[in-house]
């Protein structure tokens, strides 16, 4: 199975920073990575799909990058509705999906 | 509007069963794979099972392969997944998610609120 990595696992940053969060797959995954947000209570909400296709209605601070095995998602200024859990996962495997561990973004 | 609601959750003793819903609205259920995905208290996202538009094709993550079983009933716009041999491990709210892509670039699109299974004795 693939196996998803994100670093770090958490981070706290002030109102206004850029924030980058890495997702590493254990083997190529071409550009078959999405992200997600999550805030506590909430389900998962779609970012970013194909490696770096905004999602409609997402705001354009958000941005991916990557393709085959390392993969970024930045937000380049960091809003106080942006507190939330993200989370990358594979596509790529027509069997298994899987999910990174989750990157916790906190206030400063 | 999309529209995702789980059901079916409760608390049940480990080795017990448990048949959880998804009703499905505001799209064409029988267009889209379907999938759900679990979250451990406290834990990150799970995916569990998926499953082909009309049901010919199924898959599962290893730890629940042999127990889960994923269905749909295209007629009635729901997604099933029954629970069986259920473990402490198993608990966990359980989501629907709406798949789009059609086995290019698929991505969970829509979620349902989940619903909550625990396993205790």
């Known amino acids: 199975d693939i196996q998803m990595t994100q670093s770090p696992s958490s981070l706290s940053a002030s109102i206004g920073d850029r924030v980058t969060i890495t997702c590493r797959a254990s083997?190529?995954?071409?550009?078959?990575l999405n992200w997600y947000q999550q805030k506590p209570g909430k389900p998962p909400k779609l970012l970013i799909y194909?490696?770096?296709t905004l999602q409609n209605g997402v705001p354009s601070r958000f941005s991916g990058s990557g393709s085959g095995t390392d993969f970024t998602l930045t937000i380049s200024s960091l809003q106080p509705e942006d507190l939330a859990t993200y989370y990358c996962?594979?596509?790529?495997?027509?069997?298994?999906?899987?999910f990174g561990q989750g990157t916790r973004v906190e206030a400063k | 509007e999309v529209q995702l609601v789980e059901s079916g959750g409760g608390l049940v003793q480990p080795g017990g069963s448990l048949r959880l819903s998804c009703a499905a609205s505001?799209?064409?259920?029988?267009?889209?794979?379907m999938s759900w995905v679990r979250q451990a208290p406290g834990k990150g996202l799970e995916w569990v099972a998926k499953?082909?538009?009309?049901?010919?094709?199924?898959s599962y993550v290893d730890s629940v392969r042999g127990r889960f079983t994923i269905s749909r009933d295209n007629p009635k716009n729901s997604l099933y997944l029954q629970l069986n041999s259920l473990t402490a491990e198993d608990t966990a709210v359980y989501y629907c998610?709406?798949?789009?892509?059609?086995?290019?670039?698929?991505?969970?699109?829509?979620w349902g609120q989940g619903t909550l299974v625990s396993v205790s004795s």
């Open positions: 998610a709406r798949v789009m892509g059609s086995g290019w670039y698929d991505h969970f699109d829509s």
């Open positions: 505001g799209f064409i259920f029988r267009s889209y794979w």
């Open positions: 499953i082909k538009q009309d049901g010919s094709e199924r």
């Open positions: 083997q190529s995954v071409s550009r078959f």
């Open positions: 194909d490696a770096s």
């Open positions: 996962q594979q596509s790529y495997s027509s069997l298994t999906w899987t």
